[in-house]
């Protein structure tokens, strides 16, 4: 079974909409991170949220961990093109070693 | 800076033969980890070393697969014989220190085909 779920799984949206994927989970992380994957490249750390109800933002994404560290949101405001692409959120556990949700796959169209 | 470097990018390799990925991190990184993802699941961990030191090998699926890193730099994993349900993207990441704020540099991964 999967530790991490990620939701949803695909998402086509238009230029200039807000979205929000989740990451649940019913384990507790140290840490949880997001990152964004291109077609042919590795994983792209985006952030790394550490404290239970932490808020981070980066431009227009904003990155939420839950109060009891079990789960996280990512939400973009105004999406771009650019934005799209597989975003991975991955949990924590003894620090180093890290468990990934399935991704999500965003397609932002012009 | 280079970043992670992993070959080859791509190996198609009948069932029973044997295959070797190499991966080197980022200079002065004395974390190296690797990763996969198989058709369809997540990426998974396989293991972590730490220098030339296994960490954690508690990710890897079974004794056809060993994992060296020899002098604490470049890394290799070989799979000895391969098998169908071994095809998937294999990931190499290194980081520069252990602890909370961990932050991995993942290589572009190399697709393996076991026909």
């Known amino acids: 079974t999967q530790l991490l779920e990620q939701s949803p799984q695909f998402l086509s949206i238009q230029e200039g909409e807000n979205l929000t994927v989740y990451c649940n989970s019913s384990?507790?992380?140290?840490?949880l991170q997001w990152y964004r994957q291109e077609p042919g490249e590795g994983p792209v750390l985006l952030v790394t949220v550490v404290t239970g109800g932490e808020v981070k933002k980066l431009k227009r994404l904003t990155f939420q961990f839950g109060d009891a560290r079990k789960d996280s949101s990512l939400h973009i405001t105004a999406a771009q093109p650019g934005d799209t692409g597989l975003y991975l959120c991955?949990?924590?556990?003894?620090?180093?070693?890290?468990?990934f949700g399935s991704g999500t796959k965003l397609n932002v169209k012009p | 800076e280079a970043g992670v470097t992993q070959f080859p990018s791509h190996s198609v390799i009948e069932k029973g033969q044997t295959v070797t990925l190499r991966c080197d991190p980022i200079s002065g990184h004395d974390n190296l980890y690797w990763y996969r993802r198989v058709m369809g699941k997540e990426i998974k961990f396989l293991l972590h070393f730490v220098k030339e030191s296994k960490q954690d090998e508690s990710g890897m699926p079974n004794n056809r697969f060993l994992a060296e890193r020899t002098g604490g730099t470049y890394s290799t994993l070989k799979v000895q014989p391969a098998e169908l349900e071994d095809s998937g993207v294999y990931f190499c990441a290194s980081s520069p220190r252990q602890g909370l704020y961990e932050k991995l540099f993942f290589g572009s991964g190399t697709q393996l085909s076991v026909l």
């Open positions: 384990s507790v992380f140290s840490s």
């Open positions: 991955a949990g924590a556990k003894n620090f180093n070693k890290f468990y």
